[in-house]
């Protein structure tokens, strides 16, 4: 099993985590966690892997931390 600290930004927050630790039994690539959060696809406006900005099929190691961050919005 490995581990990926996954966390969560601003709107993407509502009804989830703030941070929690997922285990997976394969490596994910971040669409696919997002996809078991409920998260769409147009909500992930920037990922980042060990703060680096990565894309959404960037596949997760074992000890990567996952952050997520929804479209700005305002007006």
Known sequence: ??????????????????????????????????EELAIPREELALTMVNGILVSVEHVLQDGDTLSIFPPVGGG
């Open 1 to 34: 099993m490995m581990k990926v600290t996954v966390k969560l930004f601003a709107t993407l927050r509502h009804n989830r985590f703030k941070v929690a630790e997922h285990e997976y039994s394969a490596a994910p690539t971040i669409l696919a966690v997002a």
